[in-house]
């Protein structure tokens, strides 16, 4: 006797009455049983090729709670297609974080908002922002110790589980698991809006162009990478064992970088190696990088000609902004399509970005909405 979810009609094997239906789909085989008695059978499933879509953190708050219509719609349109098998949502690790900073709305909870997150991307995760950068650096750096063409190679594996194109479950689990730390993260999102807010005056002055301004970003972030790895080393020679548990995330993905060459080469060398990665061709072309130091050129654009001249509006108008470009950046080259609510779009001219043809190594998202 089986739980069957869709009746197909009456049992080949007992003859029962609408009793006989589809039961459930593991990979691509579908079970077929019956209510009431053992009859059971399979069958096998054409193979299925899924496209990919993101929805940002902005689009589906809104259609959970419920104010926007466009969100609403778009989400359920979305929700609609991926029980047709054709397309997946799947969440990431930045929904959480960002679920979980979030207050509530209008008596719904945070909890709720996560669950509304799950069943739509129905119980599908991209992988971690965090080993999706690392894959590409690790790539990345592959290829420039090699002398390869720095032109990134992008590989859907980076981001998501082969499974994703199988036929799904009727039914999905999740487990609920969230080991962010909810204050500290909300504390962070805030000093690094307001650090970014003092070097407006300094931006509205510069007569940098938009490439030299790239430039500087992926220079800033190299050595963001390094530094959180030397302060991370520094604190390991106090003793403080705690840098293991809780140094910023940066700090591994050099570590992981030098453990791979430091077998071929002594320890010197071997971080000299890395170091000229962080400043190489090869590092500029990872796609979450080439993304994310334009869209920080992007909005340094903005405020050279005048945007965000309100700093108390624009602390608010940029909260997201950090979370924003980390999702982009890291999950847009390898989707077929992004939603964003207008707003963060015209923020970022993202429209502009994509289409500047330099990041030629993405399947462009088709349309923004
Ligand atoms: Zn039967």
Request: net charge neutral.
């Amino acid at each position: 006797m089986a739980i069957v979810n869709v009746v197909l009609g009456d049992c080949p094997g007992c003859g029962g009455k609408a009793c006989f239906g589809n039961v459930m789909i593991t990979g691509n085989k579908l079970s077929r049983g019956c209510k009431q008695c053992r009859y059971w059978t399979y069958v096998n499933l054409p193979p299925v090729s899924k496209k990919i879509v993101y929805l940002d953190q902005s689009i589906l708050s809104a259609a959970f709670k419920g104010g926007d219509a466009r969100a609403v719609q778009a989400v359920e349109r979305v929700s609609q297609l991926a029980s047709k098998q054709l397309l997946v949502a799947p969440h990431s690790n930045l929904h959480e974080d960002e679920t979980h900073q979030w207050a509530g709305y209008g008596g719904k909870t945070p909890v709720e908002l996560m669950k509304f997150i799950e069943r739509t991307a129905r119980g599908l995760e991209f992988k971690n922002s965090y080993s999706v950068e690392e894959a590409q650096a690790y790539k990345g750096f592959k290829a420039f110790l090699a002398g390869a063409s720095p032109q990134y190679e992008l590989d859907e594996k980076d981001a998501v589980s082969g499974d994703i194109h199988e036929w799904h479950n009727y039914v999905y689990i999740t487990v609920g698991r969230y080991l962010g730390d909810t204050q500290l993260i909300s504390e962070l999102k805030e000093q690094a809006v307001r650090t970014l807010l003092e070097v407006f005056d300094t931006w509205a002055q510069s007569t940098n162009s938009f490439e030299q301004d790239v430039a500087l970003e992926n220079a800033e972030a190299g050595k963001g990478y390094l530094q959180a790895f030397l302060n991370m080393q520094a604190r390991l020679e106090r003793g403080d064992f705690d840098a293991l548990l809780n140094a910023p995330i940066a700090s591994q993905c050099v570590g992981t970088l030098l453990h791979a060459v430091r077998k071929d080469m002594p320890t010197d060398e071997a971080f000299a190696e890395v170091v000229r990665f962080f400043f190489s061709e090869h590092f500029a072309e990872l796609p979450c990088q080439w993304l994310s130091s334009r869209m920080f050129a992007t909005i340094k654009s903005m405020v050279k000609n005048g945007a965000f001249s309100n700093r108390e509006k624009a602390l608010s108008s940029l909260s997201g902004v950090f979370y924003d470009v980390q999702h982009i950046s890291t999950y847009a080259p390898y989707c077929d399509a992004i939603f964003i609510l207008k707003t963060a779009v015209t923020r970022y001219r993202l429209h502009d970005l994509f289409a500047s043809g330099g990041f030629s190594v993405v399947r462009w998202p088709r349309w923004c909405a």
